[in-house]
């Protein structure tokens, strides 16, 4: 029997961000290995149109949750959804909501966060700093509460290089940026914002590292623990490989690489890919759950959830792998052949920016123009060189993340436990894991169908055959228009074409001498 299983039965476990990436692969997996807990509670909003009750309906019946319905089939009643938003006063909560979250939560998953690289400083704020502080306070008056467990991220520190399991304290209080930003205008706030960052490199790891330091010094006598993921991504075995829902992180850009809008990419290739699957990320935070409420550490532990320690891969070879996949299993449509040319020189950078990116967008956009539709793929491009240049941070550079604690985790955990709760990221098979995460990625981002890879290979064909009769042709153009204007270019046109034809008259006089 799992312990970890057997400590979340009968619970109430409060989550906030369950409508994410993270805080779904959460609540699935709580589900299916608990299914007698006694409620989840979350705390969501309405979006794009959709009720609260829409929201979680189309969250429950989707593939995510397929298995979680065979053990669990009234996982309907298990879920009760709290409207909230928390970014304003109290979330938002109404009374009663707030009086039976407080008198019955036994554990709390905090995992709602703005994680807009670009967020104004304070939405970020509000999100990552003042929530939090305010979901300690609540958590504060909760009697029955066991653990509070907090999500962070492991680039939260990502101005050091080297990251121990413990919180940093940063140049500014937390306390004095939320009281500032309750008077300063925002004009003022996002001038002031670069500065306050300093050498983070935006605003979303700033405000996490802020969000530490408030549960550090806010977290009275409660029992909480931090996990740091690095880069999450799509599900490695749980409950099925290859689960993604959004374009964040990687997922953007395998799809921009694989539709052939990204050629090329400002990345040091030797640096270490730290991805860690989502799926391990959530087994690590339900065991971190289990073991704080039961062993009670005096301090407020920090958990590394990375892979690069474990099992180190590269930018190269995950490159390389997802190229590899994209042949067996290509996106439909694509734009041009997919192509990862990794480079981490300024100058050739700019260049493949123009060459390959910019230049066929500008071509492609004239072509739209003069078929009478209306060009797209200028503004496309800018967007996805954008969001690279966003990320660019992250995959030039290597860190070193120190995981004592979580290690200790893994061999405090029973031999089932182990299994049931994998978080040993040291057997995951890279070329494996990516060639799922591509498919994933197709699968449940793309929607494309299976039946449609022979098309598409098709397809892929086709623009290899445009792609070589474009370069003979601008080959051709350009040879054409030098000569017209060099006389070195002639005499080295006339000296290729008379070598050529003593060339042919040299083989077919000794093919007649044979003869
Ligand atoms: C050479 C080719 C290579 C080939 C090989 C490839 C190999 C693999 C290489 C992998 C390298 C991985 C590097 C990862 C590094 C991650 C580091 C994370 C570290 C920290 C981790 C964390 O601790 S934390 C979570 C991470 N946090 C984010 O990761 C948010 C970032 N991100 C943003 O901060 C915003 O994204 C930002 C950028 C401001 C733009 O912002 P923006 O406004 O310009 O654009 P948006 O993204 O908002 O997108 C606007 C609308 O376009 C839609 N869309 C967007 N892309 C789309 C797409 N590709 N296909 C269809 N649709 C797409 C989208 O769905 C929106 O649609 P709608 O408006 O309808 O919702
Ligand atoms: N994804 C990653 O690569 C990494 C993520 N993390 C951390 O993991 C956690 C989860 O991230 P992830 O799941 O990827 O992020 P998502 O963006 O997928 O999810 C964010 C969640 O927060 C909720 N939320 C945001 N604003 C509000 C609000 N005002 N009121 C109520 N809920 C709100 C969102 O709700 P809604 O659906 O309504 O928008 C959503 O449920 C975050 O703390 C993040 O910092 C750490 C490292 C890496």
């Not at 053990?71 to 959804?81: D, F, G, L, S, T």
């Not at 939320?178 to 925002?186: A, G, H, Q, R």
């Not at 005096?298 to 180190?312: A, M």
């Not at 070193?400 to 031999?415: A, C, G, H, Q």
Request: hydrophobic share 45%.
């Amino acid at each position: 029997m799992s312990m970890i299983a057997a400590f979340y039965s009968g619970k109430s476990i409060l989550i906030t961000g369950a409508t994410g990436f993270l805080g779904k692969v959460l609540m699935e997996k709580l589900l299916r290995t608990s299914p007698d807990l006694k409620v989840i509670y979350i705390l969501v909003r309405p979006k794009a149109g959709q009720t609260l009750q829409q929201r979680i309906f189309q969250i429950l019946n989707s593939k995510l949750f397929e298995k979680v319905k065979e053990v669990c089939p009234n996982v309907h009643e298990k879920i009760r959804a709290i409207y909230a938003d928390l970014s304003q006063n109290d979330f938002a909560i109404s009374k009663e909501d707030m009086q039976e979250l407080l008198s019955c939560t036994n554990v709390i998953f905090h995992c709602a966060a703005t994680v807009r690289f670009d967020d104004t400083l304070r939405h970020a704020v509000q999100l990552n700093v003042t929530a939090t502080r305010q979901l300690l306070l609540m958590a504060s008056q909760m009697p029955k509460l066991e653990v509070f467990i907090h999500i962070s991220t492991a680039y939260s520190n990502c101005n050091l290089k080297h990251i121990d399991e413990v919180i940093y304290p940063c140049p500014v209080e937390p306390k004095k940026i939320i009281d500032s930003l309750e008077w300063l205008d925002d004009a003022i706030i996002e001038e002031i914002a670069p500065k306050l960052i300093r050498d983070w490199p935006n605003i979303y790891t700033y405000t996490k590292a802020l969000g530490e330091m408030v549960v550090q010094q806010e977290s009275r006598n409660l029992n909480i623990a931090i996990i740091r993921p690095s880069i999450v991504g799509a599900t490695w075995q749980e409950p099925f490989p290859g689960w993604v829902d959004n374009v964040n992180g990687p997922n953007g850009l395998i799809i921009a690489a694989g539709k052939g809008f990204l050629r090329a990419l400002k990345a040091t290739p030797k640096a270490v890919a730290d991805l860690i699957p989502v799926d391990t990320v959530v087994n690590l935070t339900l065991a971190v759950g289990w073991y704080t409420a039961v062993h009670r550490p005096k301090s407020t532990l920090v958990y590394h959830s990375t892979s690069g320690n474990f099992n180190p891969c590269n930018w190269h070879k995950m490159g390389v792998q997802v190229l590899a996949t994209f042949e067996k299993i290509p996106f439909e449509r694509a734009f041009r052949r997919p192509y990862a040319n990794f480079t981490s020189n300024n100058f050739t950078s700019l260049y493949w920016n123009a060459v390959s990116h910019r230049a066929p967008a500008i071509i492609y956009d004239c072509y739209l123009r003069l078929t009478g539709r209306k060009p797209r793929m200028t503004k496309l491009m800018n967007q996805i060189l954008r969001t690279a240049s966003m990320l660019e941070y992250f995959i030039n550079r290597s860190w070193e993340w120190s995981t004592y604690n979580t290690e200790m985790l893994m061999s405090e955990l029973s031999p089932e436990d182990q299994r049931v709760f994998n978080f040993d990221v040291r057997q995951l098979n890279w070329l494996e894991y990516i060639e799922n995460y591509v498919l994933g990625v197709k699968k449940y981002l793309l929607k494309e169908d299976m039946a449609g890879i022979p098309e598409a290979k098709q397809h892929l064909k086709r623009l290899r055959n445009i792609h070589y009769l474009f370069n003979t042709a601008l080959f051709l153009i350009v040879w054409r228009l030098l000569i017209a204007r060099s006389q070195m270019a002639r005499n080295v046109w006339f000296f290729i074409v008379s070598f050529c034809y003593k060339f042919l008259s040299y083989f077919r006089a000794s093919s007649t001498l044979k003869v």
